[in-house]
């Protein structure tokens, strides 16, 4: 049997933080150690994180890094076809499969493809694919793959308008490597929050993600405290909108009770998740001269749901991470009086909570990371 060579291309890859880096890493890591090259940009502590990995990483553009986001983004399109050609010819001997973890990186598949006939599967996830502005360019490179990856129904729905059903493989995120918080941040985080009621947003607070609705959940908590006055509103993750969110907290009087705890650690990350009470996102779909913005799966909601807490969402991909009325909630993103009626629901119903929270662990655990990556071995 010929041995197959996997090449995992992709602009988003850890240390970087994010959904698609983290899906990808916890996925592909479970391939076999020599099987596998992932080709990636270089992020600061990328050195650190490759040291921990089994399999090959091979970074570019290192010294082109505190370039703008757009350059450093063409360089690496750039690199990334030239270094792919070598990867490909140093392995000549073996079957060769591209995966490609974003549609940017699709262009070297693409071009691969085109001339040396490599195959590839193209990752889908969401808003990177709905912009209308590139989506010549999008539609061409998804359709000449041999397989197209999708993670919700939102995303599977919007991609069956112009690529071939039998191309489209719709999978359910698995739950990424997570581990346990220490017991001395456990212990610091508590201390913050002692005795109040916490509620938990993990999110990117740039414009492109405003959907995720911090902005309606800041509104709506406004009504959540006139009836829960122990109640503290904690979000975390940094961006250009986290200025705008402060102040809008701090013009409807919430002063202290709203916390923006910015960019932090995993390790205190997953403290605030054991510690919470429940995870409010309440994502919703919008559309702008882009195109479309709208949550692609959400992880974080997953990531909540193995800590045991209930969750709540809102449009698009969420409708596949949340299990409604089960894991937690599916509400109007637009609605601040119903979001705060789920939210008083939960915290006043700390039984009915714990019991979403049971079934959410369950259901974050129902996907195994290795059966995923079998799975995505075996396509091609």
């Not at 502590?45 to 063409?74: A, H, T």
Request: glycine fraction near 8%; include cysteine; aromatic fraction near 14%.
């Amino acid at each position: 049997m010929e041995k197959k060579h996997y090449i995992l291309i992709t602009p988003e890859y850890p240390p970087f933080r994010g959904g698609i880096s983290r899906c990808l890493s916890s996925i592909y890591g479970t391939f076999p150690s020599d099987s596998l090259t992932v080709i990636a940009p270089y992020f600061k502590g990328s050195e650190v994180f490759d040291f921990n990995q089994n399999y090959k990483i091979k970074r570019l553009n290192k010294f082109f890094y505190f370039l703008p986001k757009k350059l450093r983004l063409f360089l690496f399109i750039f690199s990334l076809t030239f270094s792919l050609f070598l990867e490909v010819l140093k392995n000549k001997e073996k079957k060769i499969v591209i995966h490609s973890g974003h549609v940017l990186s699709g262009i070297s598949a693409f071009i691969l493809k085109k001339i040396l006939k490599v195959p590839y599967i193209q990752w889908t996830h969401a808003i990177e694919v709905m912009d209308k502005r590139r989506f010549w360019l999008i539609k061409n490179i998804l359709n000449f793959a041999n397989y197209v990856i999708t993670i919700s129904k939102f995303s599977e729905d919007y991609l069956k308008r112009f690529v071939s059903e039998e191309k489209i493989k719709k999978i359910r995120h698995p739950l990424p490597e997570i581990k346990y918080p220490s017991r001395e941040m456990v212990e610091k985080v508590s201390r913050e929050v002692s005795g109040k009621k916490v509620i938990l947003t993990v999110a990117r607070l740039e414009k492109f993600n405003r959907y995720k609705g911090v902005d309606l959940t800041i509104r709506s908590f406004k009504k959540v405290k006139e009836e829960i006055p122990e109640s503290v509103y904690i979000v975390i993750g940094g961006g250009g909108l986290k200025s705008y969110y402060e102040e809008m907290a701090k013009s409807l009087g919430l002063g202290e009770s709203v916390i923006f705890k910015g960019e932090i650690s995993d390790d205190e990350l997953y403290a605030w998740y054991s510690i919470c009470d429940l995870f409010v996102m309440p994502s919703r779909v919008e559309k702008n001269y882009k195109g479309i913005l709208g949550e692609g799966f959400g992880l974080v909601f997953l990531e909540a749901s193995f800590f045991g807490k209930p969750v709540i969402g809102g449009e698009g991909g969420c409708k596949d991470a949340i299990i409604n009325g089960v894991t937690g909630f599916l509400v109007n993103p637009r609605d601040e009086d119903e979001l705060k009626e789920k939210i008083i629901y939960l915290l006043r119903n700390p039984s009915i909570a714990k019991k979403m929270g049971e079934e959410g662990k369950r259901w974050a655990e129902s996907v195994k990371r290795e059966e995923l990556g079998l799975y995505l071995r075996e396509l091609l």
